[in-house]
Nanobody
Framework: QGQLVESGGGLVQAGGSLRLSCAAS????????MGWYRQAPGKQRELVAT???????NYADSVKGRFSISRDNFKTTVYLQMNSLKPEDTAVYYC??????????WGQGTLVTVSS
């Protein structure tokens, strides 16, 4: 059984920064990727950023240059550093891990609200 717990969301002014954390209690032997998704009001859930086991990263075009994903060496925590936040970044942010066998684990989400 896997569990992801996000933290760090909150209210911030446009142009500000937040750092999200995700504590991952998952099977590290089967882990392939860790990442962040978000769902804004009235919109579909979208991929924000992922980090692969070899350390390579991938970002949505909308956040490139502003957001940075990272994880600790033991793959127990994944972070999302969000800078230069915009009102359109307002969303519930979800932590996600993918595993061998097409298994996914999701966190409960943390709300990020960016005011203009």
């Amino acid at each position: 059984q896997g569990q992801l717990v996000e933290s760090g969301g909150g209210l911030v002014q446009a142009g500000g920064s937040l750092r999200l954390s995700c504590a991952a209690s998952v099977n590290r032997f089967t882990l392939t990727t860790m990442g962040w998704y978000r769902q804004a009001p009235g919109k579909q859930r979208e991929l924000v950023a992922t980090v692969f086991n070899d350390g390579t990263t991938n970002y949505a075009d909308s956040v490139k240059g502003r957001f940075s994903i990272s994880r600790d060496n033991f793959k127990t925590t994944v972070y999302l550093q969000m800078n230069s936040l915009k009102p359109e970044d307002t969303a519930v942010y979800y932590c996600n891990t993918r595993h061998l066998g097409n298994l996914e684990v999701w966190g409960q989400g943390t709300l990020v609200t960016v005011s203009s």
